[in-house]
């Protein structure tokens, strides 16, 4: 798990101090050391020695630490001249900043070449294929799905699914799928089913309705038609209908041949027929705006909205759980074929490299401008928080390699020069 940026913040901040606090120390050392050398009335050579090393040593270190300390701000707060860089240059650091991220990072074949070593996919599809990630990952999914649909609001949703509906149905010529699927259907003799369907539903409504078919023939005949010679020929009628169906049923009766021929004449015609199509089309516009469509629609969405809801707040969330073996099927899956890890990752690269390229110069600039945005304390407060640590080591060095050219010049001055 990765560390949070107040976390890497308070270590830096920690480190500042702790180095900071060193080089003072090792300085106010040499200080202490100088005025005790100083304050002999008779030094010894050894004693000269160390005078020479920590004299020289301050001189080092007081050097440095001037030179660090007019990084970020005037030393003593006098305002001397070439001074407090950092905050003077607040500006100019963001613009090379942004020039060196737009330049070395946003390159073309940088981008890809580190996208490739990568491999997005290997490494998307390891992760998803655990369990654990996968039910995270649809977790916070599902999570969001209640956010999702109050931010986009109800009635926008509606609107939106109506517009999408009415323009993928605009988009597409329904007439030759329906063809196609009508022809699959005929192949495997569905339609002729069907009619056996038909002529069933028409016998059962029949015989549960006889009593209301005499009534019917009875109100329709003469007034001077006995009521008995009514239901005889109600009678006949209904015993000649029940025959014609019976007929019907034979698999080569000329009624079911027509209707073969009626299908196969309405299949051509939603294939290959423009009027036909016209036809069609203007029907599925027709249907797309009647009210009913749309009451249908809004229902289907209140209901899906209903459920969503509902499911996403329980605690074993049919969604989540669906999403989830969804997601670890498709890691175990893409884990296993390296064919389409290749393409994805190929996919990934062009995507990145068209999104990110284009707008490298946007990118810079945007750098540039949030740095122009920070007022100067935090511009000067981060960089040393980044840099200050082994700036402190510097003004350690100076101190130390002060102490040792102030130790070869007395050794020189006593025993090399005249």
Not at 291 to 311: G, M, S, T
Request: glycine content about 4%; overall charge neutral; hydrophobic content about 50%.
């Amino acid at each position: 798990m990765h560390p949070s940026s107040d976390t890497i913040e308070a270590a830096q901040r920690a480190a500042l101090l702790r180095q900071r606090r060193l080089a003072t120390g090792l300085l106010v050392v040499m200080a202490l050391l100088f005025l005790a050398t100083r304050l002999l009335p008779e030094p010894s050579f050894a004693v000269l020695l160390v005078r020479a090393a920590s004299e020289a040593a301050l001189v080092g270190g007081l050097a440095d630490w001037f030179a660090v300390t007019a990084l970020f701000r005037h030393p003593f707060g006098l305002a001397i001249p070439h001074t407090a860089i950092v905050p003077r240059n607040k500006d100019r650091i963001g613009d090379g900043l942004g020039r060196f991220v737009e330049r070395n990072f946003l390159e073309p074949d940088l981008l890809t070449a580190k996208l490739r070593s990568l491999d997005l996919a290997r490494r998307g599809s390891t992760w998803l294929a655990a369990p654990a990630n996968a039910r995270r990952l649809a977790t916070r999914l599902a999570a969001a799905a209640p956010f999702l649909l109050d931010a986009l609001g109800d009635q926008e949703l509606r609107a939106f699914l109506r517009r999408t509906l009415r323009d993928q149905l605009s988009a597409t010529n329904l007439a030759p799928p329906l063809g196609r699927l009508l022809e699959v259907m005929t192949q495997a003799r569905h339609h002729q089913a069907l009619f056996d369907r038909a002529l069933l539903f028409t016998t059962e409504l029949l015989i549960r309705n006889e009593e209301r078919f005499y009534t019917i023939v009875s109100e329709k005949s003469s007034w001077w038609v006995p009521p008995s010679l009514d239901r005889t020929i109600a009678k006949r009628l209904l015993k000649g209908i029940y025959e014609l169906l019976d007929e019907l049923t034979a698999p080569d009766h000329e009624v079911r041949r027509g209707f073969d021929t009626a299908v196969a004449e309405l299949i051509e015609k939603l294939k290959h027929s423009p009027e036909f199509h016209a036809r069609v089309d203007a029907l599925k516009h027709e249907l797309v705006e009647t009210p009913v469509v749309q009451e249908y629609l809004d229902a289907v969405w209140d209901e899906l909205r209903r459920l969503v809801l509902a499911d996403v707040q329980a605690p074993d969330s049919r969604l989540v759980t669906t999403l989830a073996d969804a997601l670890a099927s498709l890691g175990r899956n893409l884990a296993r074929d390296e064919a389409m890890r290749a393409r994805l990752n190929a996919t990934l690269e062009r995507a990145i490299v068209d999104l990110a390229v284009p707008w490298r110069q946007e990118i810079g600039r945007f750098i540039a401008e949030v740095v122009h945005s920070w007022d100067t304390q935090t511009v000067t407060e981060r960089v040393e928080l980044v840099v200050g640590r082994d700036l402190q080591y510097i003004r350690i060095n100076g101190t130390v390699v002060g102490a040792l050219v102030g130790v070869a010049l007395f050794l020189l001055s006593a025993f090399a020069l005249p």
